[in-house]
């Protein structure tokens, strides 16, 4: 399906979650219809990162399973007027979504929206599966830690695997002084590892950790380094 774009990690602590609710404020503020999904059954934190948590009644388990309709599960960003929310099941055992359900949701979704952004759970297993089964964009979010670019790097074999050909990566939380003092990987090193092109890479700053907290896409405040970064990583990515 055009304009799905799935949001991945190898492992947790990336900052994937921080990038999908940052990466789909950008493309409303440019006018785009947005839809963000969480799939991390369980463990949701993109109603958090919106700070939306007091508003999630039903969640995509209860559009699939038939408990609510699709516009009693989507929830409008307070920010942002054409970014939206679908929320992942706070219990991971609440019901099960298959690929078919997934299809059928998405073809219904991609009528009414430009971009879907599914933040999927880190790592492989069902939830990226099911993203995939949708995606037509795949962005991983890894860091510069070798644990973590091996872990993306598998992501990247695996979702080649599911048939995810449009790939890219962002490298997140980068502090400069450990790589220009070679204490951590640096760029040249990770492209050495990891096959997709680059999107982008972002810089450990601790205003993304504030914003993060109090619900508030760090790219809503105008005309900052990070907002200028962000839409040059969207850029690449679309």
Known sequence: MDKVILVASGKGGTGKTFFASNAGAILAERGNRVLLIDMDMGLRNLDISLGLENKVIYDIVDVVTGVCKIKQAIIK????NSLYLM????????????KENMKELCEKLCTKF??????CPPGIGKGLNLAASVANKGVIITVPEY?????????DRTLIEMGVLDRSYIVNKINMELMAGGLI??????????RPKIAGTIQYDNNIH????NGLPIVSKKGTYIEKN?????DRII
């Open 147 to 155: 644990a973590a670019i091996r872990d993306a790097d598998m992501l």
């Open 87 to 98: 929320s992942a099941s706070q219990k991971r055992d609440k019901g099960e979504i298959n």
């Open 230 to 234: 962000f839409n040059n990583m969207i």
């Open 77 to 80: 960003d307070r920010h942002f």
């Open 185 to 194: 990987p640096n760029l040249d090193q990770i492209s050495q590892i990891l």
């Open 210 to 213: 504030i914003a993060t907290n």
């Open 114 to 119: 430009d971009y879907i952004i599914i933040d």
